[in-house]
T-cell receptor
Framework: DADVTQTPRNRITKTGKRIMLECSQTKGHDRMYWYRQDPGLGLRLIYYSFDVKDINKGEISDGYSVSRQAQAKFSLSLESAIPNQTALYFC??????????????FGPGTRLLVL | AQSVAQPEDQVNVAEGNPLTVKCTYSVSGNPYLFWYVQYPNRGLQFLLKYITGDNLVKGSYGFEAEFNKSQTSFHLKKPSALVSDSALYFCAVRDGNSGYSTLTFGKGTMLLVSP
């Protein structure tokens, strides 16, 4: 969905480096999410934010941190990258005011390789 | 806790034949169920969802899904497969009784449609 953008699209880094993945959305949604996708494991939730002042850990938050700089921006940081954080990372958004059946809309993903 | 099972890693079907991608779920409250599709090097795209009402839900690209409460299933179907339907399909569930629950995704099923 072009309304949800992620930068960078691809990143190669070395073990121990700090990196940041960024997500921006123009959908006006209040809720934002970070997932990682690994082959055979599906999507797993890392962190989520229901509004600017709300940050929640997901299923696999260890080794990650996030920042919700504005309603439209949600960044994911790896403080000290390790090889098993090599994965495809997705940002998603949803409209929490639309009811509990809200649909999540995904960005194009960031492919991260940690050497 | 909520969970989703997609019992098939891969489904193979010939073009023009009907296809079914299976999904079963477990949730304590009322289930909100979703199907997403991921084409190569793309983010996830929303296909359809079940919130309440008619057990047969119609979505994008000619896909439909049938909610079966007694079997806790939400199988994705299409009457006539196209080669362009080849992609990775994800089922997801959310507890409709909780305003703060998030989506839980299955591990995904690769659909391969042969010419």
């Amino acid at each position: 969905d072009a309304d949800v953008t992620q930068t960078p699209r691809n990143r190669i880094t070395k073990t121990g480096k700090r990196i940041m993945l960024e997500c921006s959305q123009t959908k006006g949604h209040d809720r934002m999410y970070w997932y990682r996708q690994d082959p055979g494991l599906g999507l797993r939730l890392i962190y989520y934010s229901f509004d600017v002042k709300d940050i929640n850990k997901g299923e696999i938050s260890d080794g990650y941190s996030v920042s919700r700089q504005a309603q439209a921006k949600f960044s994911l940081s790896l403080e000290s990258a390790i090889p098993n954080q090599t994965a495809l990372y997705f940002c998603a958004t949803s409209d929490g005011t639309s009811g509990r059946g809200e649909t999540q809309y995904f960005g194009p993903g960031t492919r991260l390789l940690v050497l | 806790a909520q969970s989703v099972a997609q019992p098939e890693d891969q489904v193979n079907v010939a073009e023009g034949n009907p296809l079914t991608v299976k999904c079963t779920y477990s949730v304590s409250g009322n289930p909100y169920l979703f199907w997403y599709v991921q084409y190569p090097n793309r983010g996830l795209q929303f296909l359809l969802k079940y919130i309440t009402g008619d057990n047969l839900v119609k979505g994008s690209y000619g896909f439909e899904a049938e909610f079966n409460k007694s079997q806790t299933s939400f199988h994705l179907k299409k009457p006539s497969a196209l080669v362009s339907d080849s992609a990775l399909y994800f089922c997801a569930v959310r507890d409709g009784n909780s305003g703060y629950s998030t989506l839980t995704f299955g591990k995904g099923t690769m659909l391969l449609v042969s010419p």
